[in-house]
């Protein structure tokens, strides 16, 4: 996927908009994620990892009206340059989240990975800090598998979200295991 931006120019431009730490540990989160997602798929890794820095870009713009998320986002990369290939990527996101894209419309295999690993983030995230260490290195797949059938830990997290790993070919285990991975190898940059 042709994205228009390099990662370096991408970490400048999210450090533009984004000053809130937790948005920017949650957007630094989902970068690797779907790069460790793009590796294991065979996919772009560059691209992909932009698509999950980039995807929350309007975010603090748009904190108070959630129905402008995805957007504001647009106006934002296109004059940055962006492609409109990852321009619609990110917008995919927002997918049957807000009144402005009632019905998700997500399809392609980065798209499903987007949604998916973007939202794993918040559960892995939530067991980190349930722990008494909370430390990301430990938390347990198996733990996580538990917490997925759990409503009422991290309500907010869609569960069916992250199940769109199924689309792009991963079991849940797999999909946890990844994300897991990705997020412990960047802890001590996070906190966590």
């Not at 996919?43 to 820095?53: F, P």
């Not at 598998?145 to 199924?166: L, Q, S, T």
């Amino acid at each position: 996927m042709q994205t228009g931006i390099s990662i370096a120019d991408a970490r400048e431009l999210l450090k533009k908009y984004i000053k809130q730490t937790n948005t920017l540990n949650h957007c630094r989160e989902s970068e690797v994620v779907m790069a460790a997602l793009a590796e294991r798929l065979g996919e772009d890794q560059e691209s992909w990892a932009i698509a999950g820095l980039l995807h929350d870009l309007d975010w603090e713009l748009v904190q108070d009206d959630v129905n402008e998320h995805g957007v504001k986002v647009q106006e934002l990369l296109r004059s940055e340059g962006v492609s409109e290939e990852l321009i619609s990527v990110i917008v995919s996101h927002v997918g049957g989240l807000t009144s402005h894209y009632p019905e998700s419309k997500r399809e392609s295999k980065i798209e499903h990975a987007l949604a998916a690993g973007e939202t794993v983030t918040g559960l892995i995230f939530a067991s980190a800090l349930v722990n008494p260490e909370k430390k990301f290195e430990f938390v347990k797949v198996s733990s996580l598998r538990k917490k997925m059938k759990d409503k009422g830990f991290a309500a907010k997290v869609n569960r069916d979200v992250i199940m769109e790993c199924e689309k792009i070919g991963l079991t849940i285990d797999e999909f946890l295991e990844i994300s897991l991975k990705a997020m412990q190898a960047i802890a001590k940059e996070i906190g966590l």
